[in-house]
């Protein structure tokens, strides 16, 4: 049975891509299944190897899309920078390779792009996160708005994450209207002084409640996650380590607060 049509005018797919096409393939097929159509997408790769950007080229069989490609990889940063600028339509939906909407998805994006249309103040909207925003108001339609607060008695880390590189809806003037994304650093690097310049210049964010009911995110050990980079805690429950990670915690506070302000 075919699913409902859903023909998002207005939007363009953009999708970052660096060496995991089956990912890609997997996610431009599950947003066909879904019925789901843009009026544009773009895929911006990263300097990818040959072999894949050759399988990228073959998808183009079945899906509509334009790739857009650089000699060599440049970074996140780079890529979305890239990709960004090729976007010709009012609102972009930002999702990486390694994510598949739920069949959930369609509706609630409906309601996240409507209420972009009718209200102007809103710069963007999270559509999935590892974790709720700390501080929020909800909103309406299962969406809430996240809320930065300075004031250091708001403890939380999480709350210098008010943008966030995870799947979201936003207005394509965004690098107009809080400059383009860092270059030349990793990952984590390019989201926080993102987030930063996001604050400074007093963007305004929804997040959807059910922050694991749209999406899922999914990394086969064929095609892992890129972001090596990152260093994980293992879990543990001895004294030290929990003396150990509440100290990392205030110290992490204490070093974002100082670069918000210093930025």
Not at 1 to 9: A, D, S, W
Not at 16 to 42: G, M, Q, W
Not at 73 to 88: A, C, E
Not at 233 to 252: D, E, T
């Amino acid at each position: 049975m075919m699913n409902t049509p859903y023909h998002f005018k207005s939007v363009t797919l953009l999708i970052t891509h660096y060496n995991r096409c089956k990912s890609l393939e997997r996610l431009l097929k599950a947003f066909k299944e879904l019925n789901c159509h843009f009026d544009d997408i773009v895929i911006s790769d990263d300097g990818s190897e040959k072999s894949q950007l050759q399988y990228i080229e073959k998808l183009q069989q079945d899906y509509t899309f334009r790739l857009i490609t650089t000699p060599v990889n440049k970074g996140l940063g780079n890529n979305i920078n890239k990709g960004q600028d090729n976007v010709h339509t009012e609102y972009t939906l930002y999702i990486q390779e390694d994510f598949v909407p739920k069949a959930t998805f369609p509706e609630h994006f409906t309601d996240a792009l409507q209420i972009m249309q009718q209200d102007k103040k809103w710069d963007m909207v999270t559509l999935y996160s590892y974790s709720p925003y700390p501080y929020m108001e909800p909103y309406k339609l299962g969406f809430s708005e996240k809320v930065f607060h300075l004031a250091p008695w708001y403890t939380n880390n999480l709350k210098f994450y008010l943008y966030g590189d995870h799947p979201h809806l936003r207005r394509s003037t965004f690098l107009k209207d809080f400059g383009r994304y860092p270059e030349g650093l990793n990952g984590d690097q390019t989201e926080m002084q993102m987030s930063f310049a996001f604050i400074k210049n007093k963007g305004r964010c929804l997040f959807y409640d059910d922050h694991y009911g749209l999406l899922t995110q999914e990394n086969s050990a064929e095609e892992p996650s890129t972001a090596t980079f990152r260093k994980s805690w293992r879990s543990g429950n001895s004294v030290p380590f929990i003396a150990a990670k509440w100290l990392y915690s205030k110290y992490k506070f204490l070093k974002l607060n100082a670069q918000l302000l210093t930025k």
